[in-house]
């Protein structure tokens, strides 16, 4: 598509349907976008236009007659494969999706009667992947005409090593670059398809930046491989893509408080994404990683209920940054959980939801070895009700069982205070775990009289 300009289209898209109503339809939807339209009421009457314009996308009816859609993006595949391929097909056209994916090796389908956003949506992913493909490509043809460069200083390198040396370290430099882009363009085009993800949520639901920090900080502080830390970033900047479809009432509602509908159609983001992501080839494996990052150790989490080591390693890590981040923004319970809160839940249920050599790596890294990835707070130390003194100073709110506000953070603890708190521990049955902050001196917590 080349840089964009604040003028003129970034894209030549070709629709093509033998009914002139669809094709107003289609324009209608895409008035707005900055791409140049031309139409084809035919697979010849495409082909011809194919032949005269340099087309970026096609967009084809899968019934037509003559020649069908499956059998026109055949040739499209054939003889422009550059030229991405989509295809918009009713629910009873399986055999021509079926074909057009094998032989066409299409983009994406879309089925009738689409969703306009959506459909809006996967032309601008489509335009993009393909943006991102011809960078590749450039980056290829630089690298090898690097190399041969390098090929032909080899030849007379013995008649002109003294004056070359520099301009070889020069080229070796262009070609680590080179490379380094190569392997990182696949990686910067999902975190580009996450801000478009992003536009569908609510800013206090937009969490992929925060996910992605944190299995990039995981993967840097245990030197996970490149490979691995490639596809867990991509995985962290699309986990929720398959929430795209949802209506706002759904996207708005903590998962904790779904009902039976609603509860299915959660269940079934995971496996959504990952099709969503089948056609790119690159980002296949994160699509895995996506698929996956639902399941639970004990065998009981979805879409497959995969149990234990079963589950990919980077499903589980992504497991655990996602439920750090959404319960912080409560998007799992009513009630949002402060950093603390939500570490300690996750403690809790490590054996049964995570990884428990996993979940307890990955607490340490936020608590104790890189606190400011989780953005602690070193002066904020966790204790029993029978461990509290006077004179602490409450660092978070203190909330009953029942979700009640018991206590407000900055309130000074005494003596009859904590006795109060743990008589009406005892009379819930519970047991509360009471933030507080640690004196600003030298001193420990045994000044307060902690134990």
Same mark, same amino acid.
């Given at each position: 598509?080349?840089?964009?300009?604040?003028?003129?289209?970034?894209?030549t898209?070709?629709?093509?349907?033998?009914?002139?109503?669809?094709?107003?339809?289609?324009?209608?939807?895409?008035?707005?976008e900055?791409?140049?339209?031309?139409?084809?009421?035919?697979? @010849?009457?495409?082909?011809?236009?194919?032949?005269?314009?340099?087309?970026?996308? $096609?967009?084809?009816?899968?019934?037509?007659?003559?020649?069908?859609?499956?059998?026109?993006l055949?040739?499209?595949?054939?003889r422009?494969?550059?030229?991405? *391929?989509?295809?918009?097909?009713? #629910?009873a056209?399986?055999?021509?999706? $079926?074909?057009?994916?094998?032989?066409?090796?299409? &983009? *994406? #389908? $879309?089925?009738?009667?689409?969703?306009?956003?959506?459909?809006?949506?996967?032309?601008?992913?489509?335009?993009?992947?393909? &943006?991102?493909?011809r960078?590749?490509?450039?980056?290829?043809?630089?690298?090898?005409?690097?190399?041969?460069?390098?090929?032909?200083?080899?030849?007379?390198?013995?008649?002109?090593?003294?004056?070359? /040396?520099?301009?070889?370290?020069?080229? @070796?430099?262009?070609?680590?670059?080179? !490379?380094?882009?190569?392997?990182?363009? #696949?990686?910067? =085009?999902?975190?580009?398809f996450?801000?478009?993800?992003?536009?569908?949520?609510?800013?206090?639901?937009?969490?992929?930046?925060?996910?992605?920090?944190?299995?990039?900080? !995981?993967?840097?502080? &245990?030197?996970?491989?490149?490979? /691995?830390?490639?596809?867990?970033?991509?995985a962290?900047?699309?986990?929720?893509?398959?929430?795209? /479809?949802?209506?706002?009432?759904?996207?708005?509602?903590?998962?904790?408080?779904?009902?039976?509908?609603?509860?299915?159609?959660?269940?079934?983001?995971?496996?959504?994404?990952?099709?969503?992501?089948?056609?790119?080839?690159?980002?296949?494996?994160? %699509?895995?990683?996506?698929?996956?990052h639902?399941?639970?150790?004990?065998g009981?989490?979805?879409?497959?209920?995969?149990? %234990?080591? =079963?589950?990919?390693?980077?499903?589980?890590?992504?497991?655990?940054?996602?439920?750090?981040?959404?319960?912080?923004?409560?998007?799992?319970?009513?009630?949002?959980?402060? *950093?603390?809160?939500?570490?300690?839940?996750?403690?809790?249920?490590? %054996?049964?939801?995570?990884?428990?050599?996993?979940?307890?790596?990955?607490?340490?890294?936020?608590?104790?070895?890189?606190p400011?990835?989780?953005?602690?707070?070193?002066?904020?130390?966790?204790?029993?009700?029978?461990?509290?003194? =006077?004179?602490?100073?409450?660092?978070?709110?203190?909330?009953?069982?029942?979700?009640?506000?018991?206590?407000?953070?900055?309130?000074?603890?005494?003596?009859?205070?904590?006795?109060?708190?743990?008589?009406?521990?005892?009379?819930? %049955?519970?047991?509360?775990?009471?933030?507080?902050?640690?004196?600003?001196?030298?001193?420990?917590?045994?000044? #307060?009289?902690?134990?």
């Amino acid at each position: 598509m080349g840089a964009e300009r604040d003028e003129g289209p970034i894209a030549t898209v070709l629709l093509v349907d033998d009914e002139e109503n669809i094709l107003s339809s289609v324009r209608r939807v895409l008035r707005n976008e900055r791409y140049r339209l031309i139409a084809a009421t035919s697979g @010849a009457m495409a082909l011809e236009l194919l032949e005269q314009h340099e087309v970026d996308l $096609i967009v084809s009816d899968a019934r037509m007659p003559g020649m069908d859609g499956a059998t026109l993006l055949a040739q499209v595949q054939q003889r422009w494969p550059e030229c991405l *391929r989509i295809l918009l097909t009713g #629910y009873a056209d399986i055999t021509t999706t $079926i074909k057009a994916i094998n032989e066409g090796q299409i &983009y *994406r #389908y $879309i089925s009738k009667p689409w969703d306009d956003d959506e459909l809006r949506l996967i032309i601008r992913q489509a335009l993009a992947f393909q &943006y991102s493909e011809r960078e590749r490509q450039r980056l290829e043809q630089l690298t090898r005409a690097q190399n041969a460069h390098l090929q032909e200083l080899n030849e007379t390198l013995e008649r002109r090593v003294s004056a070359r /040396t520099a301009e070889l370290e020069e080229t @070796a430099s262009m070609l680590d670059v080179a !490379y380094a882009e190569l392997r990182r363009s #696949y990686v910067t =085009a999902t975190e580009v398809f996450a801000n478009l993800v992003n536009q569908r949520f609510s800013k206090d639901r937009q969490t992929n930046a925060q996910v992605v920090a944190l299995v990039k900080g !995981y993967a840097e502080h &245990y030197q996970l491989d490149e490979r /691995t830390s490639n596809n867990l970033a991509m995985a962290a900047a699309l986990y929720n893509i398959g929430k795209l /479809t949802w209506d706002d009432q759904l996207l708005a509602r903590p998962s904790d408080l779904l009902f039976k509908e609603e509860r299915t159609r959660y269940r079934k983001y995971p496996e959504l994404g990952e099709n969503l992501l089948m056609a790119l080839e690159p980002v296949q494996d994160a %699509g895995r990683l996506i698929r996956h990052h639902q399941e639970r150790w004990d065998g009981h989490g979805f879409p497959d209920r995969l149990e %234990g080591e =079963a589950i990919p390693f980077g499903s589980r890590l992504l497991r655990l940054c996602v439920d750090f981040i959404e319960l912080q923004r409560g998007m799992f319970l009513e009630r949002r959980l402060n *950093r603390d809160e939500a570490l300690l839940l996750m403690k809790k249920y490590e %054996g049964r939801l995570y990884d428990p050599k996993l979940c307890e790596r990955f607490i340490e890294l936020c608590t104790t070895l890189a606190p400011d990835l989780a953005l602690a707070d070193a002066s904020i130390t966790a204790l029993d009700t029978r461990r509290l003194s =006077a004179g602490m100073i409450l660092a978070r709110n203190l909330h009953a069982t029942n979700g009640m506000l018991l206590l407000n953070e900055g309130k000074q603890l005494t003596l009859p205070l904590i006795s109060k708190l743990i008589a009406f521990e005892a009379s819930e %049955g519970g047991s509360y775990t009471v933030f507080v902050r640690k004196p600003e001196s030298d001193k420990t917590l045994q000044s #307060y009289g902690a134990p």
